[in-house]
């Protein structure tokens, strides 16, 4: 059986006492009877302190990004070690924001992913068209070479420590959001393509999440798709009720 999973991506939100509120809230109120694995991913500064705080409940923290390099001089980053000795064991790699803004390239998250692995960390692998690919019917062809640049020279082994959550880029915070056909069509295209290159137990065990602009209102539509496996979670995943409801609607 393949995982249910809710991720929240925080971003560049929240800071200490924000934090400590929003995760008061999540505490209080995320079902503790589902079979629902939740993660919260607050910005770099917050992961030690949200780990402290959620260390008897059944919330997990991931971090937001990290760097490929083991140590060394590069200003500004965060290592892979440094995560795990503050407890994180889960990271984001390859979001859209990253690949965009930070000029992130599939061959930099496929050193990031091998980085993350070799550390035994779990990580959520991004990826996802921009408007004008879907445009000119190019999303099937940009996912797969996404998957296959950053992701597919894994060993089979590897695979038990990889989510994959795809994130249609023109739906990233814009409102916007794939339907649930569209999000089902491309996922069933996914564990596909997966199946063809590592098998079909990989495939059927590989969890895969929707993000792009999911809330209260249409997680239970885009959840109950076969090949949807959950969401990754931004702009709605800042309010404790909307995250709270988003995972009640599994
Ligand atoms: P959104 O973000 O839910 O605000 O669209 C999703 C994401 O960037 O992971």
Same mark, same amino acid.
């Given at each position: 059986?393949?995982?249910? @999973?809710?991720?929240?991506?925080?971003?560049?939100? /929240?800071?200490?006492? *924000?934090?400590?509120?929003?995760?008061?809230?999540?505490?209080?109120?995320?079902?503790?009877?589902?079979?629902?694995?939740?993660?919260?991913?607050?910005?770099?500064?917050?992961?030690?302190?949200?780990?402290?705080?959620?260390? !008897?409940?059944?919330?997990?923290?991931?971090? *937001?990004?990290?760097?490929?390099?083991?140590?060394?001089? !590069? +200003?500004?980053?965060?290592?892979?070690?440094?995560?795990?000795?503050?407890?994180?064991?889960?990271?984001?790699?390859?979001?859209?924001?990253?690949?965009?803004?930070?000029?992130?390239?599939?061959?930099?998250?496929? /050193?990031?992913?091998? +980085?993350?692995?070799? =550390?035994?960390?779990?990580?959520?692998?991004?990826?996802?068209?921009?408007?004008?690919?879907? *445009? /000119?019917?190019?999303?099937? /062809?940009?996912?797969?070479?996404?998957?296959?640049?950053?992701? !597919? =020279?894994?060993?089979?082994?590897?695979?038990?420590?990889?989510?994959?959550?795809?994130?249609?880029?023109?739906?990233?915070?814009?409102?916007?959001?794939?339907?649930?056909?569209?999000? *089902?069509?491309?996922?069933?295209?996914?564990?596909?393509?997966?199946?063809?290159? !590592?098998?079909?137990?990989?495939?059927?065990?590989?969890? @895969?999440?929707?993000?792009?602009?999911?809330?209260?209102?249409?997680?239970?539509?885009?959840?109950?798709?076969?090949?949807?496996?959950?969401?990754?979670?931004?702009?709605?995943?800042?309010?404790?009720?909307?995250?709270?409801?988003?995972?009640?609607?599994?």
């Amino acid at each position: 059986m393949r995982k249910k @999973i809710v991720a929240g991506n925080w971003k560049m939100h /929240n800071n200490v006492e *924000q934090t400590d509120d929003l995760l008061n809230e999540l505490i209080a109120n995320v079902p503790t009877e589902t079979d629902t694995q939740i993660i919260v991913a607050p910005t770099f500064i917050n992961l030690a302190s949200a780990v402290d705080h959620l260390e !008897f409940t059944s919330i997990d923290v991931a971090a *937001q990004n990290m760097h490929q390099a083991e140590s060394g001089a !590069f +200003t500004g980053e965060i290592s892979a070690d440094m995560l795990k000795s503050i407890g994180v064991n889960t990271v984001i790699l390859g979001h859209s924001e990253r690949r965009a803004i930070f000029n992130e390239t599939d061959a930099l998250i496929a /050193n990031k992913v091998d +980085t993350a692995l070799k =550390h035994e960390m779990t990580v959520i692998f991004c990826f996802g068209e921009e408007l004008k690919d879907r *445009q /000119n019917k190019q999303h099937f /062809n940009v996912v797969e070479n996404q998957l296959r640049d950053g992701l !597919f =020279h894994i060993e089979k082994a590897s695979w038990s420590n990889i989510v994959l959550a795809y994130e249609p880029v023109w739906a990233i915070g814009t409102g916007e959001t794939a339907s649930p056909d569209q999000a *089902q069509e491309m996922h069933e295209f996914i564990r596909e393509t997966v199946r063809k290159v !590592f098998g079909k137990d990989i495939a059927e065990e590989v969890s @895969i999440l929707y993000g792009g602009s999911v809330k209260p209102e249409n997680a239970k539509e885009i959840f109950s798709k076969p090949d949807v496996d959950g969401g990754l979670i931004g702009g709605a995943a800042l309010k404790a009720a909307d995250f709270v409801a988003i995972i009640n609607a599994f």
